[in-house]
T-cell receptor, first 115, second 115 residues
Framework: DAGVIQSPRHEVTEMGQEVTLRCKPI?????LFWYRQTMMRGLELLIY????????DSGMPEDRFSAKMPNASFSTLKIQPSEPRDSAVYFC?????????????FGPGTRLTVT | AQSVSQHNHHVILSEAASLELGCNYS??????LFWYVQYPGQHLQLLLK??????LVKGIKGFEAEFIKSKFSFNLRKPSVQWSDTAEYFC?????????????FGSGTRLSIRP
């Protein structure tokens, strides 16, 4: 299995631009999670999906952030407009179920720099 | 609010030294506990996990962790570290057994091993 795939691995953009991060979960996993990692706040859960449906987006910082999962094999996290404080590493993870029994498998992350 | 505390932000050890990384959580009920490791430039990987039973959990690469309920702690240990253990270590908690329970990560501890 290829694991969770994320693209791009690095993104540098200017403030105000739209940024789209992509994720392909492990085949057969029906939960998908988006996390943000910063030095100041550590690893934060932004949103998660079950069977392509957003279940909990309470971690999404503000309306500039949106996430979609049009099918079981693809999800996007979009920031529009981007701001310097959005600079972070964004991880996608997937699992076969939700809760303690189901290990989350993380992708390699996208390092976003907004100048 | 539920939280996970990792008080050591950066630990520096020499090879063959013993390791103990602290993790405390704030939740009075049943918990499921995890340690993840993130090697430089890589994604998070599960080191070990505790659901129930023996509070001393053995993980990969010689790591172990002990759940002490009375202290709300789940400290990570390794008797003799290697240079390849240089990484960031994250403690995580899922409070309760509900399928809606979300994983909460600590802020991480960076471990640097001097060769």
């Amino acid at each position: 299995d290829a694991g969770v795939i994320q693209s791009p691995r690095h993104e540098v953009t200017e403030m105000g631009q739209e940024v789209t991060l992509r994720c392909k979960p492990i085949s057969g996993h029906d939960y998908l999670f988006w996390y943000r990692q910063t030095m100041m706040r550590g690893l934060e859960l932004l949103i998660y999906f079950n069977n392509n449906v957003p279940i909990d987006d309470s971690g999404m910082p503000e309306d500039r952030f949106s996430a979609k999962m049009p099918n079981a094999s693809f999800s996007t996290l979009k920031i529009q407009p981007s701001e310097p404080r959005d600079s972070a590493v964004y991880f996608c993870a997937s699992s076969r179920g939700q809760g303690a029994k189901y290990e989350q498998y993380f992708g390699p992350g996208t390092r976003l720099t907004v100048t | 609010a539920q939280s996970v505390s990792q008080h050591n932000h950066h630990v520096i050890l020499s090879e063959a030294a013993s390791l103990e990384l602290g993790c405390n959580y704030s939740y009075g009920g049943t918990v499921n506990l995890f340690w993840y490791v993130q090697y430089p430039g890589q994604h998070l990987q599960l080191l070990l996990k505790y659901f129930s039973g023996d509070p001393l959990v053995k993980g990969i690469k010689g790591f172990e962790a002990e759940f002490i309920k009375s202290k709300f702690s789940f400290n990570l240990r390794k008797p003799s570290v290697q240079w390849s253990d240089t990484a960031e270590y994250f403690c995580a908690v899922i409070p309760g057994y509900s399928s809606a329970s979300k994983i909460i990560f600590g802020s991480g501890t960076r471990l640097s091993i001097r060769p």
